[in-house]
């Protein structure tokens, strides 16, 4: 005997032994986690909420338009002229470029890539160092890395911080 119910995120018919019921398993066409109801319940339609996407997306744009906002206010003023250290050869723009095409090379397995972008990144290692203790202090991740998972992202920075060290 089986327990027949709808995936909550593809919507696809998927069934589990009847000893299943009350506990969660992997949909076997999109791998969501989905609750498999109890057997004596599987005629019964369970009442499930919709998760609101669009007010998500919304309040995503919202944060990236606020971000990119900030970034050109802090684009004015290079890291070492607030300081009071502008170094020669230094751009604040082109080193934060570096970093999240670094990061967006991680995320996506250019190791390689990454690696050539490391060595560019290290030439400003101190600079680089405050930009990403920014990044990770920030709820708000530049729009070129929205995609990625905050878990992820902060991991990711965390590695790069120690290869900066």
Not at 41 to 59: F, S, V, W
Not at 99 to 120: C, P, Q, V, W
Not at 131 to 152: C, F, N
């Amino acid at each position: 005997m089986t327990i027949g119910f709808e995936c909550e995120s593809c919507g696809k018919k998927v069934k589990a032994p009847d000893n299943a019921g009350g506990k969660k398993g992997k949909c076997p066409f999109c791998s969501h986690q989905c609750y498999v109801p109890a057997g004596d319940d599987a005629g019964e339609e369970l009442k499930l909420e919709p998760i609101e996407e669009e007010e998500e997306r919304r309040q995503r744009e919202l944060d990236r338009k606020a971000f990119a906002i900030q970034q050109g206010i802090l684009g004015e003023t290079s890291m070492g002229e607030e300081s009071g250290e502008a170094e020669e050869g230094y751009n604040q723009r082109e080193l934060l470029r570096n970093i999240i095409l670094y990061l967006r090379e991680m995320a996506g397995g250019e190791l390689n890539k990454a690696s050539e972008r490391l060595g560019e990144i290290r030439k400003w290692s101190e600079q680089a160092k405050q930009i990403t203790a920014s990044m990770m202090r920030t709820d708000q991740t530049e729009a070129e890395l929205a995609d990625i998972s905050p878990r992820v992202l902060v991991g990711l920075l965390k590695d790069l911080r120690a290869k900066l060290d």
